[in-house]
Structures are given as structure tokens and as C-alpha cells.
């Protein structure tokens, strides 16, 4: 399939496709996935669904978001939830939190075979085969991340791809 296949998809064809390569685990949190269990998908954005198949089938290799349910130590690169040790601990310090990860519309994520600098790459030179604008993130502080943090938080002054530093 093609990114052109996957544009005219709905959002239903895109959830249906995307469990082909990812459970909903892999997706969101224990916690929600406890409460909620496959409806957990009604809390991710489309666009960001449609850019997480879009990376795993151009791509062609597997990708790793959330690692829990195998007692793995990912839990919350993809929906985060009050819940959550990262959310919670900014609420517990007077923080405001509204990062994409809340909104449903970013997924931290590692490509196999791939470092995140060849990632970011590789969106950049195939950015045409996204519909939706992406923001990377590239640096936290002066260090640069070895996982690729991508989301579809759409700001107008942004381009196509716009990478970013916290």
C-alpha cells in the first residue's frame, strides 16, 4: 500500500489496517487500555494514526511504541493519561501539560534497524507521503534523543516537517 492508497482511507479503514502491525497496547497505556480496552483507539487523532501506518508501511520495518503488555519498559510514548508518572508528576508540581502525547496526536517510537537521526531523515526526504503536518522532536536541553518523538500538533507558521528542541 501507498501513502496515496492510505489518504483516501476513512479513519475505520485506518484503525483496521494499523492493528494489522500494532495492538492498541502498544498504543496507549495499561490504564486505559484496562478501562477502555480496543475502544482506547477513540482517543487517538487520525491524523496521527495515519502517520504511524504510513511510517510502518513505507518503511517496511517494525516499529516499537509501548512494550508493557510483553513486561516491557515503554508505557507512555504513545496516549498518556493523568495516570501516568510523566503527566502526573508535572500536575503534582503546579505544571501545566498539554503536550500532544495528552491530546492523542503523538507517539514516541523507534524504528528497527534505524537510529532516530536516520528516522528523521527519512520523513524529511519521503515528507510528501504524509498528508498531515509533522512536528520531531530533535534535542531535549543540549542532548540530542536516541527515539523518535513524531506528532501532528498542526501550528500555521510551521512547515511540512518541522523538527524541535525541549
Same mark, same amino acid.
Given at each position: 500500500?501507498?501513502?496515496?492508497?492510505?489518504? %483516501?482511507?476513512?479513519?475505520?479503514?485506518?484503525?483496521?489496517?494499523?492493528?494489522?502491525?500494532?495492538?492498541?497496547?502498544? @498504543?496507549?497505556?495499561?490504564?486505559?487500555?484496562? %478501562?477502555?480496552?480496543?475502544?482506547?483507539? %477513540?482517543?487517538?487523532?487520525?491524523?496521527?494514526?495515519?502517520?504511524?501506518?504510513?511510517?510502518?508501511?513505507?518503511?517496511?520495518?517494525?516499529?516499537?511504541?509501548?512494550?508493557? %503488555?510483553?513486561?516491557?519498559?515503554?508505557?507512555?510514548?504513545? @496516549?498518556?493519561?493523568?495516570?501516568?508518572?510523566?503527566?502526573?508528576?508535572?500536575?503534582?508540581?503546579?505544571?501545566?501539560?498539554?503536550?500532544?502525547?495528552? @491530546?492523542?496526536?503523538?507517539?514516541?517510537?523507534?524504528?528497527?534497524?534505524?537510529?532516530?537521526?536516520?528516522?528523521?531523515?527519512?520523513?524529511?526526504?519521503?515528507?510528501?507521503?504524509?498528508?498531515?503536518?509533522?512536528?520531531?522532536?530533535?534535542?531535549?536541553?543540549?542532548?540530542?534523543?536516541?527515539? &523518535?518523538?513524531?506528532?501532528?500538533?498542526?501550528?500555521?507558521?510551521?512547515?511540512?516537517?518541522?523538527?524541535?528542541? &525541549?
Amino acid at each position: 500500500m501507498t501513502a496515496i492508497n492510505i489518504k %483516501k482511507m476513512n479513519r475505520y479503514e485506518i484503525i483496521k489496517k494499523i492493528k494489522t502491525y500494532f495492538s492498541i497496547q502498544e @498504543l496507549v497505556g495499561k490504564e486505559t487500555f484496562d %478501562k477502555y480496552g480496543q475502544r482506547s483507539f %477513540k482517543f487517538l487523532s487520525t491524523d496521527i494514526l495515519e502517520t504511524l501506518l504510513i511510517l510502518r508501511e513505507e518503511t517496511g520495518k517494525k516499529i516499537t511504541v509501548n512494550s508493557w %503488555k510483553w513486561g516491557g519498559n515503554f508505557s507512555q510514548r504513545g @496516549l498518556r493519561t493523568n495516570l501516568q508518572g510523566i503527566f502526573k508528576s508535572k500536575t503534582n508540581n503546579g505544571r501545566l501539560y498539554l503536550s500532544a502525547h495528552v @491530546l492523542g496526536k503523538a507517539f514516541d517510537l523507534d524504528v528497527d534497524g534505524m537510529t532516530a537521526p536516520e528516522v528523521r531523515i527519512w520523513i524529511k526526504e519521503n515528507q510528501s507521503l504524509f498528508p498531515h503536518k509533522i512536528r520531531l522532536e530533535r534535542n531535549m536541553g543540549n542532548e540530542p534523543i536516541n527515539w &523518535v518523538h513524531i506528532d501532528t500538533i498542526n501550528e500555521e507558521q510551521n512547515p511540512h516537517v518541522y523538527e524541535f528542541d &525541549v
